[in-house]
Nanobody, 120 residues
Framework: QVQLVESGGGLVQPGGSLRLSCAASGSILSIKVMGWYRQAPGKERELVASIGSGGSTNYGDSVKGRFTIFRDNAKNMVYLQMNSLKPEDTAVYYC??????????????WGQGTQVTVSS
C-alpha cells in the first residue's frame, strides 16, 4: 500500500516561517512529480508548488519568492519551506504525488492534509 503523510503544520505569526514535510511510503518503484496544494474554507484547492523528479519546480503566483519546494529522492520525501507567511496563507496543505508501484501501476496520491494557520 502506498500512502503520503504530511507533517509540520501549525500556528505561526505573520512574517514567520514554517517547514512542511511529506513522506511517501509503501510498495514504491518510482515517484515522478511531487507537489503541495492548499485549500482554504470556501475556496477551491490550488497549486502551491510542484517539483519533478529531475528537480524542475513550479510555483503558484501568490507564493513565488516566499516558498521553496525541494525533495529528497533517496528518502521519498518532499518539503515546503514557507517564509514571510501572510494570513492569506492560512489553509489546509496537502501533499500530492504521482507514484508508480512495484507492479508498474501509476497512480496519483494525496496525503491527509496538515493545517497551517497564520495569525497574530
Amino acid at each position: 500500500q502506498v500512502q503520503l503523510v504530511e507533517s509540520g503544520g501549525g500556528l505561526v505569526q505573520p512574517g514567520g516561517s514554517l517547514r512542511l514535510s511529506c513522506a511517501a511510503s509503501g510498495s514504491i518503484l518510482s515517484i515522478k512529480v511531487m507537489g503541495w496544494y492548499r485549500q482554504a474554507p470556501g475556496k477551491e484547492r490550488e497549486l502551491v508548488a510542484s517539483i519533478g523528479s529531475g528537480g524542475s519546480t513550479n510555483y503558484g503566483d501568490s507564493v513565488k519568492g516566499r516558498f521553496t519546494i525541494f525533495r529528497d529522492n533517496a528518502k521519498n520525501m518532499v518539503y515546503l519551506q514557507m517564509n514571510s507567511l501572510k494570513p492569506e496563507d492560512t489553509a489546509v496543505y496537502y501533499c500530492n504525488a504521482d507514484i508508480t508501484n512495484r507492479l508498474y501501476i501509476k497512480n496519483n496520491y494525496w496525503g491527509q492534509g496538515t493545517q497551517v494557520t497564520v495569525s497574530s
